[in-house]
């Protein structure tokens, strides 16, 4: 038999008594079938993780499922399900994005888009789509189109902090070749001038994890001063 449930409870992060609470229930469910079989992202693995240490004699199973793409065994990345389908949904969009941004910039009035991409951690998700080199499952006409886009994209991703000024001199460099410039952002990232930006602090996930959502948003807000002739457009999270 088998018993499938989806959960967002951490039953080992915590010792309140509500958790030793579910973390007993989840135990003895586990018991009843034999063994444990878990699918998702860095959390629901550190579960898997905790429980196998709890209890030696269970049989864990334990399987990458996210579109992050950041799941590390032994220091190596392994591959999730589900993520080659995300970076093949997100370069379409970011690519349809560029092209309009590119199609529609214009001399005295170029576009500069803002996307934000999923990523708390890792920008494996948002570069994987929006690089110009991989051509895996695409049409002729869609590598035309990435090839000819490709190099008005700029990535920006937790792993590699820049300052708003760097973020201003590479858009300026992309305007002024192509009159447009896409910036691909992962929610993760983290303005150095002010890290608490795109950070919603009231609202936490059951992981303890503080909400990440508008860092797209804060990075056009605070650099369309300097873009005071472009369209600028930061209402897309994908």
Do not use: W
Request: charged fraction near 25%.
């Amino acid at each position: 038999d088998v018993y499938k449930r989806q959960s967002r409870q951490k039953p080992f992060r915590d010792e309140t008594e509500q958790q030793r609470i579910i973390k007993d229930q989840a135990m003895q469910n586990i018991a009843g079938f034999g063994g444990f079989l878990c699918t998702g992202g860095d959390d629901n693995l550190k579960t898997a993780l905790e429980i196998a240490q709890y209890s030696p004699g269970t049989v864990v199973i334990a399987t990458a499922k996210t579109i992050d793409g950041d799941v590390m065994v032994n220091n190596q990345g392994v591959q999730s399900l589900g993520f080659n389908s995300a970076v093949h949904m997100y370069r379409n969009e970011i690519y349809s994005i560029a092209q309009s941004a590119f199609t529609h910039g214009e001399q005295d009035q170029p576009n500069i888009m803002f996307v934000e991409a999923m990523g708390r951690d890792a920008g494996r998700l948002a570069f994987e789509a929006a690089r110009g080199d991989n051509f895996e499952g695409l049409t002729d006409a869609e590598i035309r189109r990435q090839i000819e886009l490709r190099d008005t994209i700029i990535v920006i991703t937790p792993e590699y902090p820049v300052s708003l000024e760097e973020i201003r001199v590479a858009i300026q460099r992309k305007i002024d070749q192509y009159n447009a410039c896409t910036v691909v952002v992962a929610e993760g990232f983290r303005i150095s001038e002010d890290p608490t930006a795109g950070v919603d602090k009231s609202e936490v996930d059951p992981a303890g994890h503080q909400h990440y959502e508008g860092i797209a948003q804060e990075l056009a807000s605070r650099l369309k001063p300097n873009f005071s002739t472009a369209k600028i457009r930061s209402n897309m999270y994908l």
